[in-house]
């Protein structure tokens, strides 16, 4: 029997001796490796941090001393020291168990969590209820050095400093964001690295913290001595420990970046179950962009420490050199220094993910909206899907589209997509953000747009009684509704809006004359969303309206397809609800 | 003549010596306090800069050389050197300058600038646009230490170090934020105060940047040396430079949050010209948590460097104790810390000004919504305002209401305020915002409600034809319009909808019964909000909807009644369009 086995709670580590733990280590490495390559799955940081997960909970005692994983990309291996060995042992249990910290799951989780930086505030707050109750027990969060670059990050380290009481920050160093680091923050921990910690001009110390620097993060020997020594200290310390992310899988090792999170693959030789092959936006992007920046070196592209969402390969990112800045985690920095590089005569481009350009509204508004500079913001995989909880990428629309100033398109198919980036590159007057189709459709008659006619809609076909109205990603089902409107009898208009922070005003009087539904399909939350301005529109006029998109909720690995059940947006239940109100 | 009548631009200033500069410093603090004293205004941020401001438009060529300044709480010098002087010598000036900088007035001014630590990452974008486009010129960004612990300013700072080029960062250091300074970061830039900045473990260093100390802030002498010495430096530096708050008006050295920033005032003995009697809200408030924690002491207030928006003065903070957090300009970290504390079992609110829950999004709806921790924030200043276009409050409702899990409360007078605020630190199952009200109104017939109902709307006339659902800060507004239709022989229902995210479907059905119109009004931007919500729901029904609040837009020192009149929220306005539609 092995040992993972016999393991149902942290309690059935406490009596093991190093040996014992030294083997669990290696067991929980093989479990880890066999969940990722039957579902997918952060690969790298879950490998590199098993020493650390088993000494903490060797040492602590979970739940009354607290531990909250920052991002939780880190977290398998204490879901499986804390009674979820099921999630990495068995495909069935792999489908219960998710793959961030979640309370729901476990009394040994305190949060869900799945963006960056955001442990050492949550910790910290934790520590002052636990002072406010006077409470003693330890509070300890856990933090990768790709996280430390986040501004949540930072301004939680420098009140977790002041805290005056308990609180163990373990920074987790593998040299490693997603991709390589960026930023003076990791100067300091090169340098902090290359002097085993004693070098001057400390980032921690500066800020108050109890330092201490361990080398060898996954020796299992070490880092129990280390936590011992820690345990109930009485002000915030900080150990910063290096360890080596992949370790145990010589592909991961190698590859950190390919191996940072992966979809299933071969354990024997690495290679991914699925392959992705033909066309795809993010080498369209590239290829476009990449061809601007050789005839205008101010084409300039600005990533925050996700390069690999846009298919920006170390080798494109040498390729692009210094038309390429990566902040690092710090989407915050992102906008408001891409609004700065077009004040100052440059054409840039930042990149970012839906669930990510959460972490910029104000930026948007008020570093870059208020201040009408004409950069551009991609925003990729905007849309209702499946994912975790954490990663929903459904509230862009409601986000963005209600800052004034800022125009936000959403483009169908490639050659749209790509006559929207060339002009939110080449005009000078708006800051403009374009939502990334997800499925590639390409339209051989399409015929270049002056963009700066704004809330200009596409009328694609003329009709009438029902007008569909369907937004970027829902080209196709809006096709698919208008043929089986035709099947029904009615020959409906069918109309690409183009823009998402607007009405074309004109056209919509226009479909009064002869049309008495109109139809809006988004792909994405309904609540102040797209769909709702066309409703408020009409909402005097005897013209009606049904708005499509998603509910306000956060949905949790549900299928895609059950989820658009569920929101009616199947072509034939937006039919029927069409033809229920006619 | 004066100096300062003779400055119509920096180039005007080049020439002077330091004794005809030392006399235009105090020409310029004149100019303040006139202004201040006048129209209100920032008062210590402005008059501690002035010597900073004359250097560095002696020393650089500004617009060539670029001078962002952060926040713009410290400008008026600089506005002053650069051809706005009317501004702060005649009345008629005074209204034509705004008191930010903006690329409207100028070209010195280089964004539109109103929230803090944004300046760095700013200047790090012209910096990188100046490099890319191979020009020469100099970036400064002036920041004060107090917007120094905000994430957007560690994010900026961490990037710029890395720039490896020209970059000046001037750290404004006058030992106060708003209020005094809280986080880790102080304690390291007391420690370099303390030690001319000579002492180890300086964050700046860590980094990477160079780091220059000056004791002498004020002395033009020093300055002009200095500057000197940094101007077309080639790699990023810091000139962390000691002033004084205040300086040059004795009320303002000696209470230096008292004169941060300030309402008309005596010049004389500093005495308020417009005097706050009576009952408000931040009193109202104060005394009832006050209260609560004598009771409880697992309530805690926290705030994120504006206690003065909420009334909490020093003697509150102090009364307060350990049950008052003050985080430091770090309102991503506010929320988390907050959601964190009700985690842990505390009842905490976040007193938070609707302009600046904009930089919290993605901790609303990842820290706190996802988590469904029973946290309370409460949203000062929410609605329409003629506030300087930096300042708008008009934008929580789309960014609050469309994020699941909140509940987002809008009460209407001071009992159902407290009876709101009372429910949500007593109930486990909800993060709840509060919205607070701005005219105090009492209600003594108030009933006490279950919250846990919710979306249960509170009928408080029940008519026919036309209903007018009127949220919180409107409640007056909504009595005004019923009274009006009911001279136009019309008695509508009034409803009060107590929640702005969500809706009372069993009610909206009812009303379906006997009216034909249902009008909304929000304090609020239309756009998102939460009008758009009910014209979504009867969009498919014979009901019409007319939904009233604010245009998406920045407005700019706008009077609040031409607002009114532009949005047609006026009562008689309001009345007028429904007998349109009826």
Redesign the interface.
Known sequence: MTYIEKISSPEDIKNLSIEELTSLASEIREAVLNRDSLIGGHVGPNLGIVEVAIALHKVFNSPTDKIVWDVSHQCYPHKILTGRKEGFLTEAGMQEISGYTN?DESKHD??????TS?AV??????A??????NETHNIIAVLGDGSL??????????????LGSNILIILNDNEMSIAEN????Y??LRTLRSTKGTA????F?????NYHYVEEGNDLATLLNVFKKVKDCTSPTLLHIRTLKGKGYPFAEENKERWHWSVPFNLQDGTPKISFEGENFNDITYNFLNQKIKKD??V?IVNAGTPGVFGLTEERRTALG??Y?D??I?E??GV??????A????K?VFMVMSSFV??T???L???L???KNPAVILVAWGGISGAD??HLCT?DI??I?????LVYLAPQTVEEYLDMLNWGLEQQEHPVVIRMPKSVIHNPNFKSFDYEKLNTYDVQQSGQKVAIISAGSFYSLGKEVASLLEEKGIHPTLINPRYLTGLDVDLLEKLKENHS?VLTLEDG?????F???I??F????PI????FGAF???TDRVPLEELYKKYHLTPEQIVQDALN?L
């Open positions: 309370p305190h949060f869900k969590i799945g963006h955001t505030s949550l910790a910290t707050g934790l002052k209820a636990r002072d406010l109750k670059s986040g501004g949540e990050a930072l301004e939680g380290l420098s009140n977790a400093a002041v960026h930023g003076g923050l100067h300091n001057s001009d400390n980032l110390k500066a800020l108050g913290f070196p101010s300039v210094k038309n800045v902040v690092g710090a915050e920095h408001a220094f891409t609004s700065a590089l004040k100052g005569g440059c840039p959460q972490r509204y104000d930026q508004s008020q570093d909206a208020l201040n909880m954490t509230f409601p986000l589209s209600n800052i004034p100033n539904l939350e309904l609540d102040g969303g769909g709702e301005k409703s408020r009409y909402a005097s006029t009606k309206t049904l708005c306000k909720e956060f109100i």
